[in-house]
Nanobody
Framework: QEQLVESGGGLVQLGGSLRLSCATS????????MGWFRQAPGKEREGISC????????YYADSVKGRFTSSRDNAKETVYLQMSNLKPEDTAVYYC????????????????????WGQGTLVTVSS
């Protein structure tokens, strides 16, 4: 059974940091591009980052560029999202996703890239 399980969310203060993890199983991670998207209460899903199968190529939405870093360890079948300088507007449920590909229009055409995603982990940033 193919699964993606996010963890690492929680409550953090303005300017703080968190690292999210996404443990995958049931498929060969290095066959796929992977990404993260988030959904804040009452808002649309927002594609924030994606990376190629090796992680050599990455994309970040302007809203997180310079603050968030995606990485992957294919041997451990795990994907990571390091978040720093967090802001209240980063409050959302964060989802890890398996993708068809990673490209510069990931944010604008998120729905075209998503194949499968996890249940999400909640990140709350307090001011």
């Amino acid at each position: 059974q193919e699964q993606l399980v996010e963890s690492g969310g929680g409550l953090v203060q303005l300017g703080g940091s968190l690292r999210l993890s996404c443990a995958t199983s049931g498929f060969t991670l290095d066959y796929y591009a992977m990404g993260w998207f988030r959904q804040a209460p009452g808002k649309e899903r927002e594609g924030i980052s994606c990376m190629s199968r090796t992680g050599a190529s990455t994309y970040y939405a302007d809203s997180v560029k310079g603050r968030f870093t995606s990485s992957r360890d294919n041997a451990k079948e795990t994907v990571y999202l390091q978040m720093s300088n967090l802001k209240p507007e980063d409050t959302a449920v964060y989802y890890c996703a398996r993708l068809h590909a990673c490209s510069d229009d990931y944010e604008m055409r998120l729905h075209r890239y998503l194949e499968r995603w996890g249940q999400g982990t909640l990140v709350t940033v307090s001011s």
